[in-house]
């Protein structure tokens, strides 16, 4: 499972390349509303892709934070060691401190199998990449702004 820290920070980044440019900057607090997470949350990931090169990020009056083309070419996993979340793919799912394929757990043919395609997918798919997705299928990062209706959600 993700950390929060993860997850916003994978949403914030998404957010930017689908959206961003050198010319189209986009702030903190901004990002924080567009995509309903913690400002303060938003604020340290930003910084700490930013310093990291995941994005890029300008000062003073139309500054803000984007995607460059040279960011773009980063991947999740890149994103994900810097929130401290690689472990996910190491493990047990159930916790266990033994497991392995000498000596698996009961659902570690489930899940070894899943772990590994999307550590690959995560690895070899580059931001630009998921921004494509986005625009293509329509993803959202957000439920902003998206009429959900209950009365079908048990239909």
């Known amino acids: 499972m993700l950390s929060n820290a993860s997850k916003y920070a994978i949403r914030s980044i998404l957010f930017l390349a689908d959206k961003s440019s050198k010319d189209k900057k986009f702030?903190?607090?901004?990002i924080a509303h567009e995509l309903e997470?913690?400002?303060?949350?938003?604020?340290?990931?930003?910084?700490?892709?930013?310093k990291a090169g995941v994005i890029s990020s300008s000062k003073g009056p139309g500054g803000g934070f984007y995607t460059s083309p040279e960011n773009?070419?980063?991947?999740?996993?890149?994103i994900l060691s810097l929130t401290e979340q690689t472990d996910i793919f190491e493990g047990c799912f159930l916790g266990l401190p033994r497991c392995s394929d000498e000596n698996p757990c009961p659902?570690?043919?489930?899940?070894?199998?899943?772990?590994?395609?999307l550590y690959t997918k995560f690895q070899?798919?580059?931001l630009r990449d998921f921004?494509?997705?986005?625009?293509q299928n329509g993803?959202?990062?957000?439920?902003k702004g998206i009429d959900v209706k209950t009365d079908n959600l048990f239909k």
Do not use: C, D, R, W
């Not at 997470?37 to 930013?50: D, E, Y």
């Not at 993803?139 to 439920?143: E, G, H, N, Q």
């Open 107 to 117: 659902i570690h043919h489930i899940v070894a199998p899943f772990k590994e395609t």
């Open 37 to 50: 997470i913690p400002l303060s949350f938003v604020a340290k990931i930003l910084q700490k892709m930013a």
């Open 27 to 30: 702030g903190a607090k901004e």
């Open 124 to 126: 070899n798919q580059s």
């Open 72 to 78: 773009l070419n980063n991947n999740i996993l890149k």
């Open 131 to 135: 921004a494509i997705e986005i625009k």
């Open 139 to 143: 993803s959202y990062l957000s439920l």
